[in-house]
């Protein structure tokens, strides 16, 4: 009945949240600054993990073919698709999911604790319009360009991989790479991104923004976010698999 009553809450706020902002110009300034949070200062991990997760898989995929009468090009098409099926939209959502749920619950929980968000709502302000509402827009436009970031310096990551093992042939990865391609693979990952995307912009926001207590109950509400937007992404993640590619 607890988890009813969450679930009740969660769909109550996002009512709130998609109402039309209140003041433009403070909307517009808040929307760049939850970008510059939530997305550009995430790119360093995002491109330092893709491009080093993209080397092992293909020199583990290159390590496990050992029969000689298995193309070598079918390491760059298996790392392809590893790549775009699962790593970059998934584990690195999972990776956001970490980093920025957490401030998320942090931020909005530090202004419930210490009533700034009290102090909102008495001047006439729709608080959870105000503060969830930039950072889902800021997760879902901004995303996707995270994704196919990843997507890219992953498939960089193998070639290099490649050119400097001498393991398998990078010439042989890249036609691998370019060998049966789908588009609607990247369509896949990017409708998986933007569920993820949301996902990890409003479940955070929940747990931050209904907090009660001091300082430590914002701790644990941050680490109970980030532990149930996690759980809710591989879950979507499944469902969404057997929609879209069954």
């Given at each position: 009945m607890n988890y009813l009553s969450h679930i009740g809450k969660y769909f109550l706020m996002l009512g709130q949240v998609f109402r039309r902002p209140q003041r433009g110009r403070v909307f517009k300034e808040a929307l760049f600054?939850?970008?510059?949070?939530?997305?550009?200062?995430?790119?360093?991990?995002?491109m330092f993990i893709s491009f080093f997760i993209g080397g092992v898989i293909a020199l583990q995929t290159a390590l496990n073919?050992?029969?000689?009468?298995?193309?070598q090009y079918l390491i760059g098409f298996a790392t392809k698709r590893s790549i775009i099926l699962e790593f970059a939209p998934t584990f690195c959502s999972i990776i956001l999911a970490g980093?920025?749920?957490?401030?998320?619950?942090?931020?909005?929980?530090?202004?419930?604790?210490?009533?700034?968000i009290d102090a909102l709502?008495?001047?006439?302000?729709?608080?959870i319009n105000h503060l969830v509402f930039p950072k889902v827009l800021a997760t879902v436009f901004f995303y996707p360009f995270l994704i196919v970031l990843s997507m890219f310096l992953g498939i960089l990551g193998g070639w290099v991989?490649?050119?400097?093992?001498?393991?398998?042939?990078?010439?042989?990865?890249?036609?691998?790479?370019q060998l049966q391609f789908d588009p609607f693979l990247i369509k896949?990952?990017?409708?998986?991104?933007?569920v993820f995307a949301f996902l990890i912009a409003t479940v955070p926001s929940y747990h931050g923004y209904y907090v009660k207590g001091g300082s430590i109950a914002?701790?644990?509400?941050?680490?109970?976010?980030?532990?149930?937007?996690?759980?809710l992404i591989v879950i979507a993640n499944y469902f969404l698999t057997q929609m879209l590619l069954t």
């Open positions: 600054r939850e970008i510059d949070e939530l997305g550009l200062k995430s790119l360093g991990i995002i073919i050992e029969s000689p009468f298995i193309p980093k920025v749920g957490s401030y998320i619950t942090s931020s909005i929980g530090t202004m419930r604790v210490t009533e700034q709502e008495v001047m006439g302000i729709n608080s991989a490649g050119v400097t093992s001498g393991i398998f042939s990078h010439v042989d990865f890249l036609y691998g790479v896949y990952a990017l409708v998986k991104t933007l914002v701790g644990k509400a941050s680490t109970q976010s980030v532990v149930w937007t996690i759980i």
